[in-house]
C-alpha cells in the first residue's frame, strides 16, 4: 500500500495512492460540514489530516480502542462504529470500504456515508465544549463515557445520520430491553441523536447545539431538564420513548 496526500482548503487526506476519488468526496464532505456547523458551534475545527483505511484491521491497528469500543456498543449499532476521531487525526473507513459494510436495509449506506462528517462533527464539538478537561486523558474519557449520549448524538445528529437511523433503532429495540435515559454506552452511538432529534422538535436547533456544549455539573438529567425547558425529567424520557416507538415504527412501515 502506497500512501499519499490530498487536500482541501481546510484538510488533509493521507489514503492509497489508488483512492484519490474517496479522498476527494471525503474532503468535499468535510469542507460542507464545517460549513454547516460554523452555523451553530463559534470554534470552527480546521487543519486537520483525515486517514482513509482500506479495511477494519487496518483501522483497529490504528487505534486499539477500536475492537474494545465495538464491544461496548449494543449490536445494533457496531457496524456504524467505522472510525475514530483524535484531536489532530480522523481515521475512517474509504468511502468503498463503508459502501461493503452496509446493510440491505434502508439507511444504512446513508448513514455509513455520512461516517466522517460525523467524526468531524464529534472533533468540533469537543472542541466547543469548554467541560470537557484538557491536560488528563484519563479523566476526560471517563467523562466521554458518562456522557457518549450527548458528545456521539450531537454529532450524529447534526449531519444527519439519525434521520437514516430508523431500521437500527427498532433493530435494537427488539433485540434488547429498554434503553436507559438518557441513553447509555451501549446505545450512545444510536440513539443519543434521538435525545437530540426531539430537543430540536421542541426548542429548536440552537438549544442543540447549546445542550452539546455544555457538560452539566449537575450531571445529565439536570442538563436535560434545563435544556427541555424545566420540564421534570419523567415527562422528557416518556416524551422520548414514544418518539423512538414512532421512529421504529414509522421504519416497519417503510420496508
Known amino acids: ?5 490530498s487536500t482541501s482548503r ?3 487526506a493521507r ?7 474517496d479522498a476527494e468526496r471525503v474532503l468535499h464532505s468535510l469542507e460542507a460540514t464545517r460549513e454547516q456547523l460554523e452555523q451553530y458551534f463559534p ?11 482500506r479495511s477494519a484491521g487496518s483501522l483497529s491497528l490504528a487505534s486499539p480502542a477500536v475492537p474494545a469500543l465495538w464491544l461496548l456498543t449494543a449490536p445494533a449499532a ?20 463503508l459502501e461493503r459494510r452496509a446493510s440491505a436495509v434502508p439507511g444504512s449506506r446513508e448513514m455509513l456515508e455520512l461516517t466522517p462528517a460525523a467524526l468531524y462533527a464529534r472533533r468540533v464539538i469537543t472542541e466547543n465544549n469548554r467541560d470537557l478537561p484538557r491536560r488528563s486523558p484519563a479523566a476526560r474519557s471517563r467523562i466521554e463515557l458518562r456522557w457518549g449520549w450527548l458528545l456521539e ?4 445528529w ?7 437511523a430508523r431500521p437500527a433503532i427498532a433493530r435494537r429495540l427488539h433485540e434488547a430491553g429498554p434503553p436507559s435515559f438518557p441513553p447509555g454506552i451501549r446505545d450512545a452511538l444510536l440513539l443519543g441523536g434521538t435525545v437530540f432529534d426531539r430537543l430540536e422538535r421542541e426548542q429548536g436547533e440552537h438549544a442543540a447545539a447549546a445542550l452539546a456544549c455544555r457538560l452539566d455539573p449537575r450531571g445529565p438529567r439536570a442538563a436535560l ?10 415527562q422528557i424520557d416518556r416524551a422520548w420513548r414514544s418518539h423512538l416507538q414512532n421512529l421504529a415504527t414509522s421504519s416497519y412501515a417503510r420496508t
Do not use: I, K, N
Open 15 to 21: 489514503h492509497d495512492a489508488g483512492a484519490r476519488d
Open 1 to 5: 500500500m502506497t500512501w499519499v496526500e
Open 158 to 164: 447534526f449531519v444527519g445520520q439519525t434521520e437514516h
Open 153 to 156: 448524538g450531537a454529532a450524529r
Open 225 to 234: 431538564r434545563e435544556a427541555f425547558g424545566g420540564a421534570m425529567l419523567v
Open 10 to 12: 481546510s484538510f488533509r
Open 43 to 53: 470554534a470552527s475545527v480546521t487543519g486537520l489530516t483525515v486517514v482513509l483505511h
Open 78 to 97: 457496531r457496524r456504524y462504529l467505522a472510525g475514530w476521531a483524535g484531536r489532530e487525526e480522523l481515521h475512517v473507513l474509504e468511502p468503498t470500504a
